[in-house]
T-cell receptor
């Protein structure tokens, strides 16, 4: 396994359109996270899955955002009716639950969204 | 809740000069501390981490950081930077939140190495 992969790497869309991003975590990792990163900011937490259960959602995740991890493996993040303010890098990360759980995250290369 | 402050948004430094990137954190519980590096249009990559034990932690690419509990700091240092170190550096702190280690990132410091 080569790491966390995200698709697509870049997406340009018009305001009002729906977009979906996919994340494939490291295969043995049962925890998966979505972050959003805008220019000049650090990654901001959006949501967290343990296996297929979505255990935490940030207040940043408006009703237009939905994330799923149906079989506890890959995850999708969908944004409906995109707005220009949604333009950002969407980062996926994974980690392995364990006795020595430190919070170390393994990131994908991100999906950059541009809303025109 | 925990927070991370990176006071320097940009740090220019000449090649082969030393550099220090500052990070201060606040937390009411024990934490783990991390530095991640992000190259343009890429995700974040772990540089180093402090979990316990020796307060001086060595990471990849010649970087090191020192955990100072009394000053709640975790500054990143490199004695001699290279052009390839030009990137954005994020300090992060994790603390237990509902059964998992929740990560909080700083706003990042852009290191620009000048030839």
């Amino acid at each position: 396994d080569t790491g966390v992969s995200q698709d697509p790497r870049h997406k340009i869309t018009k305001r009002g359109q729906n977009v979906t991003f996919r994340c494939d975590p490291i295969s043995e990792h049962n925890r998966l996270y979505w972050y959003r990163q805008t220019l000049g900011q650090g990654p901001e937490f959006l949501t967290y899955f343990q296996n297929e259960a979505q255990l935490e959602k940030s207040r940043l995740l408006s009703d237009r955002f939905s994330a799923e991890r149906p079989k506890g493996s890959f995850s999708t993040l969908e944004i409906q009716r995109t707005e220009q303010g949604d333009s950002a890098m969407y980062l996926c990360a994974s980690s392995l639950e364990g006795i020595q759980d430190t919070g170390e995250l393994f990131f994908g290369e991100g999906s950059r969204l541009t809303v025109l | 809740a925990q927070s991370v402050t990176q006071l320097d948004s940009q740090v220019p430094v000449f090649e082969e000069a030393p550099v220090e990137l500052r990070c201060n954190y606040s937390s009411s519980v024990s934490v783990y501390l991390f530095w991640y590096v992000q190259y343009p249009n890429q995700g974040l990559q772990l540089l180093l981490k402090y979990l316990s034990g020796s307060t001086l932690v060595k990471g990849i690419n010649g970087f090191e950081a020192e955990f100072n509990k009394s000053q709640t700091s975790f500054h990143l240092r490199k004695p001699s930077v290279h052009i390839s170190d030009t990137a954005e550096y994020f300090c992060a702190v994790t603390a237990n939140s509902g059964g998992y280690q929740k990560v909080t990132f700083g706003t990042g410091t852009k290191l620009q190495v000048i030839p």
